[in-house]
Nanobody, 116 residues
Framework: QVQLVESGGGLVQAGGSLRLSCVAS????????MGWYRQAPGKEREWVCA????????RYSDSVKGRFTISRDNTKNAVYLQMDNLKPEDTAVYLC?????????WGQGTQVTVSS
């Protein structure tokens, strides 16, 4: 069973940057497709981006494309989300996600707040 722990959230002004980290334990990390989701108050959970097991083929939602970058380090069992040019509408709890076939695991999330 996968345990995921996110970190790196915080309060930042619009136009600023944050880097989120998610560390996995309990599994062969390199077998898992990894992703980030976010959920703002009163809204549904939204897919943000994902990256394949090998680190190839990063995919992004249109709302973050060109501003966010997902990466992973399989030697550290970690996936990262570099967020640049942040906007107030990026404010949300950001959750790490691990997928392998029909199995999905979630972290507890880290809060990102962008002030205008």
């Amino acid at each position: 069973q996968v345990q995921l722990v996110e970190s790196g959230g915080g309060l930042v002004q619009a136009g600023g940057s944050l880097r989120l980290s998610c560390v996995a334990s309990g599994v062969a990390f390199s077998d898992y497709d990894m992703g980030w989701y976010r959920q703002a108050p009163g809204k549904e959970r939204e897919w943000v981006c994902a990256i394949s097991e090998s680190g190839d083929n990063p995919r992004y939602s249109d709302s973050v494309k060109g501003r966010f970058t997902i990466s992973r380090d399989n030697t550290k069992n970690a996936v990262y989300l570099q967020m640049d040019n942040l906007k107030p509408e990026d404010t949300a709890v950001y959750l790490c996600n691990a997928r392998l076939q029909f199995y999905t695991a979630w972290g507890q999330g880290t809060q990102v707040t962008v002030s205008s």
